[in-house]
């Protein structure tokens, strides 16, 4: 960690490898002499009168979703009647919750009585010992914790094996020294986490009202305006038309050969689904995660796409888009618009990139919304000639690169502190620094 912090004047070794040398005067025990481990379990979901009572009752699902180290709260609660049926315990304030599945690591402290299902367990603490000691050590252990997991579908954490897990004991006093010391310095580390994630938002912010305004109001400040008579376009350039995308485009669905033919998978063909659309990084798409051969290809009724065409998702989820540098073709949750007038496909790229919750309000479906090429076709759109298209689609790949620059900066500095933080924590916790008079 630097000259900041020194080590313990003496160490001795732990006999765990993934905890290497500890201080001379900490013991080295196993869980369970530290803490009773308490099971959860989970009421009949269709009998009614066991769910919506008064009595938390946590999930791997609420713990992955809380952002300090305490819970209060659940999504689901159960009733008395509930909490009797099916054998979960009630769990005093100030134990530990950790997820023993799906994921195994996720943690916290919780501040009122609750239970838990049984992909939880709880950590009550049975010797003089401090709670957010404990919390702060199984924080950084969520490596070894899986690796002592088992199962085939999914790991799970036993109570046997958890509590056979090995940690570091420092005495009581210690253990509050080294609480508060990570206390207050990893909630300095945060206030910056959380500073430059708020950059991030921000400049995503900024970047999406930099689109919307050049490719609806175009560059020049003095145009004259007029009302585009589309609510969420308001007004536009008096010398811009407004057309629906079927008379610039020729939109072209796609289709997925049969799954258990091997013989129409792994060719030469890119095929490309919504999730493919969803990882790309920047604007344009060479690759697939599947290949599709040429049997596939004829087998299914997908169609060849040209270059520098619009793929867009159009179900699951609506408006995840990308212009292609190669020729390809698509499954069924995508489709593709190939510019069929003078047009240049940046902008129109610009365009739907800022329509994704238009496109959505046309989505239809009970399962999960689907944009139809009906529906798809009739959305009418700015259309700027192509000679002002051309200059707002390079304006704006100058301006988004210098905003995605600042966004990737700050997403750097937000990894390099997470990184610091844990690798603080982790120091502390297993006595690679001595921060007892750090307080």
């Not at 912090?5 to 765990?16: C, N, Q, R």
Request: charged share 20%.
């Amino acid at each position: 960690m630097g000259g900041k912090y020194k080590p313990y004047p003496k160490y001795k070794a732990s006999g765990i490898e993934w905890l290497g040398d500890v201080p001379e005067h900490w013991d080295v025990i196993s869980i369970k002499r530290i803490v009773n481990i308490i099971n959860g379990s989970t009421p009949k979901s269709d009998t009614e009168s066991y769910w919506e009572g008064d009595i938390v009752w946590v999930t791997p699902s609420d713990l992955s979703q809380i952002e300090n180290k305490y819970i209060n709260s659940s999504k689901r609660r159960i009733t008395q009647s509930g909490f009797y049926s099916c054998g979960t315990s009630l769990v005093p304030e100030n134990s530990i919750i950790l997820s023993t599945r799906a994921p195994i690591g996720s943690l916290a402290i919780n501040k009122t009585i609750l239970c838990t299902n049984q992909g939880c367990k709880s950590l009550v603490l049975k010797r003089e010992s401090i709670s957010l000691f404990f919390y702060y050590l199984l924080l950084i252990s969520t490596e070894q914790l899986n690796l002592l997991g088992r199962g085939s579908t999914f790991l799970e954490l036993s109570s046997e094996d958890l509590g056979s897990f090995s940690v570091p004991f420092p005495s009581f006093t210690e253990q509050q020294q080294i609480a508060d010391f990570l206390d207050r310095e990893v909630g300095k580390i945060e206030v910056l986490i959380a500073k430059q994630e708020r950059l991030v938002e921000l400049l995503t912010e900024k970047r999406q009202a930099v689109i919307s305004h050049a490719v609806t109001k175009g560059l020049n400040p003095n145009t004259p305006m007029k009302p585009s008579a589309i609510d969420w376009l308001g007004d536009i350039p008096e010398h811009w038309d407004v057309i629906s995308i079927k008379r610039i485009v020729n939109i072209i669905n796609g289709s997925t050969p049969k799954s258990d033919t091997e013989s129409y998978w792994e060719g030469d063909i890119v095929w490309v689904t919504p999730s493919d659309l969803s990882q790309v990084e920047n604007k344009y798409i060479n690759s697939s995660k599947r290949t599709i051969t040429q049997l596939g290809f004829y087998s299914c009724g997908t169609s060849l796409v040209p270059e520098n065409s619009i793929i867009l998702s159009t179900r699951a989820p609506i408006g995840s888009l990308a212009i292609n540098k190669t020729i390809l073709c698509t499954n069924q949750g995508c489709k593709s618009l190939v510019l069929k007038r003078e047009s240049i496909s940046l902008f129109f790229y610009y365009l739907l990139l800022i329509s994704t919750e238009q496109l959505n309000l046309l989505g239809r479906g009970s399962t999960f919304l689907e944009l139809s090429s009906e529906d798809l076709g009739s959305f009418s759109v700015p259309f700027p000639s192509s000679t002002e298209q051309q200059q707002i689609a390079e304006f704006l790949d100058q301006e988004t690169q210098k905003i995605d620059s600042l966004i990737q900066k700050s997403k750097h500095m937000v990894m390099l502190l997470k990184e610091r933080k844990t690798a603080l924590i982790s120091a502390a916790v297993t006595g690679k620094i001595d921060v007892r008079n750090q307080n």
